[in-house]
């Protein structure tokens, strides 16, 4: 049977630093359970002649805080892999198999290896959302050519007026965008240019 396949991700940056920073505190709280659960059995030590009593009470405290020993012990084995280490070489490292601490990790921090972390406040992080990660695609389409300079006072122009080719009409006004072609007015008059050879051929 395999392990879960989110322990084979890449850890990111977010996962590294969380780690970093949450496995100091798990460690302090291991040590307090640690010791709570070994008063009884400090105190046992110093007791010269120990009644079978003070025995068992010495023992019962000390395994009645075997389990929270233990969930402490799997969130830093958590944190470890949230950072960075293979779930196969922690395994062997533990004597058991990958499928075993893969069970022991289920609910630890390592459940977000392989996604984006932001930190929410001290010790605390979550994985970023979809609108966390999302970038506008809007792009602001800046006018082509002279239509730029040319865009009448209301803001109205059309495509065609991009292209240099098109009329907006705004009441009775007319505005042209782009280059035209040249007035016919401007070109000389045929009959004009015929009298000016003549008058030239004449005084020659």
Same mark, same amino acid.
């Given at each position: ?25 798990? $460690? $302090? ?15 046992? +030590? ?13 023992? *019962? ?20 892999? *949230? ?18 601490? +893969? +069970? ?7 459940? *977000?290896?392989?996604?984006? *972390? ?17 970038? +506008? ?6 006018? =082509? ?47 004009? =240019? ?11």
């Amino acid at each position: 049977m395999a392990y879960s396949m989110h322990l084979k991700k890449t850890p990111t940056g977010g996962n590294q630093r969380a780690a970093q920073e949450l496995a100091p505190g798990f $460690a $302090a709280d291991a040590l307090r359970a640690i010791r709570s659960a070994a008063e009884a059995l400090n105190a046992l +030590s110093k007791t010269g002649a120990p009644t079978p009593e003070q025995t068992l009470s010495a023992v *019962l405290t000390w395994r009645a805080g075997q389990a929270e020993i233990q969930r402490l012990e799997r969130e830093l084995l958590g944190c470890a892999v *949230l950072g960075g280490a293979a779930t196969s070489t922690t395994a062997t490292k533990l004597s058991v198999r990958p499928q075993t601490l +893969s +069970s022991w990790l289920a609910g630890t921090v390592s459940d *977000l290896r392989g996604r984006e *972390l932001k930190r929410v406040g001290d010790g605390k992080w979550e994985p970023l959302q979809p609108a966390d990660l999302h970038v +506008s695609d809007y792009e602001p389409k800046n006018p =082509v050519g002279p239509a730029a300079a040319s865009q009448p006072a209301d803001g109205r122009y059309t495509s065609q007026d991009a292209a240099g080719t098109g009329v907006n009409q705004v009441g009775t006004r007319q505005v042209s965008v782009g280059a035209s072609a040249p007035s016919r007015s401007s070109e000389p008059d045929a009959a004009a =240019v015929e009298a000016t050879v003549r008058d030239a051929i004449g005084g020659a």
